[in-house]
């Protein structure tokens, strides 16, 4: 069982910057490969990014060269630097343990935190 706190969302102007933690609890994060998703309001939960267990990243082509995952395998955390963002990244963020299947879809990860919410005003 691995519990999994996000934290650090908030409001940012359109350009700004803002770094997602999320810590897990119960099992190591280093044998996890841990996934970031996002979901605005009345829309899907869609894939921003993924950190494989051998720190191999992979994002979103809508947050590519913006967002950059990273861990700390010592502090059991992980985290989304986020820069340049613009409204259209208005969303609660979410962290996730994957275990196994399409990294991209929300359905092959079994742990997940309870989201915090980045607002980034038009």
């Known amino acids: 069982q691995v519990q999994l706190v996000e934290s650090g969302g908030g409001l940012v102007q359109t350009g700004g910057s803002l770094r997602l933690s999320c810590v897990a609890s119960g099992r190591t994060l280093s044998s996890y490969d841990m996934g970031w998703f996002r979901q605005a309001p009345g829309k899907e939960r869609e894939f921003v990014g993924i950190?494989?267990?051998?720190?191999?990243?992979y994002y979103a082509d809508s947050v590519k060269g913006r967002f950059t995952n990273s861990r700390d395998n010592a502090k059991n955390t992980v985290y989304l630097q986020m820069n340049s963002l613009k409204p259209e990244d208005t969303a609660v963020y979410y962290c996730?343990?994957?275990?196994?299947?399409?990294?991209?879809?929300?359905?092959?990860?079994?742990?997940w935190g309870q989201g915090t919410q980045v607002t980034v005003p038009s």
């Open positions: 996730a343990a994957h275990r196994g299947g399409n990294y991209y879809n929300d359905r092959s990860y079994g742990y």
């Open positions: 950190s494989w267990s051998g720190r191999t990243t």
